[in-house]
């Protein structure tokens, strides 16, 4: 899979969401809001690089049809160009793009999720797996092929003129559990990836 190449630099990895903002179900023909994703993180203890690979960012309106099932709003798509991070390149402030400024139609989505693909780690110099390696690839859990649910404040609701921005957290400490102790003659035996994604801030301006 390609690596989107990304300048180095730290808070804890964040996704900042931009859209607008109303009450109700997303409507045609009412007006659109501008989404774009972007991402940055902080250091970690025991891992060098955390590559996420993620195929699909999307969004879930307020009401579902339950013949039809949730008109998904998709930010990005593409299972085969995912796109591609190393989280602990993005620190100091620094942070990526994901998607780029993306119209969606006014109304109000109560979930944001997106699916991570795939996950690989390596440690930092001096530690290694029980095997001897410093690199692994993750298991990814079944729930995320769904997506992984970003734990909002709120709804997020859309209207024609605004813009809102919510700053999500994705830290690596938290979705990058070590497994094993680094200090005993055992070391690290694995790398359990738990996601979980949650909002940190938001706020609302008119375009």
């Not at 996704?15 to 659109?32: I, M, N, R, S, Y």
């Amino acid at each position: 899979m390609n690596h989107k190449t990304l300048a180095a630099a730290g808070l804890s990895m964040a996704l900042l969401f931009v859209t607008g903002c109303d009450a109700g179900t997303p409507v045609q023909g009412e007006g659109e809001a501008r989404v774009q994703i972007l991402l940055t993180d902080a250091p970690a203890d025991y891992i060098e690089e955390a590559w996420v690979w993620i195929s699909r960012v999307y969004l879930i309106p307020g009401e579902e049809d339950p013949e039809q099932g949730p008109p998904f709003v998709d930010l990005f798509n593409d299972a085969e160009n995912p796109l591609s991070y190393d989280l602990l390149t993005l620190r100091d402030g620094v942070i990526a793009d994901m998607t780029g400024e993306v119209d969606v139609p006014a109304g109000r989505y109560n979930q944001l999720r997106m699916i991570v693909a795939d996950a690989e780690v390596t440690l930092v110099d001096g530690y290694t797996f029980s095997d001897g390696g410093s690199t692994r690839k993750l298991f990814i859990p079944s729930g995320a092929r769904s997506g992984i649910k970003v734990n909002l404040s709120e709804a997020i609701t859309t209207e024609a003129g605004t813009i809102s921005v919510v700053l999500v957290d994705f830290d690596v400490d938290q979705n990058f559990v070590i497994q094993g102790n680094p200090a005993s003659p055992a070391g690290i035996q694995g790398v359990l990836f738990t996601p979980k994604l949650r909002e940190l801030s938001r706020t609302v301006d008119r375009n």
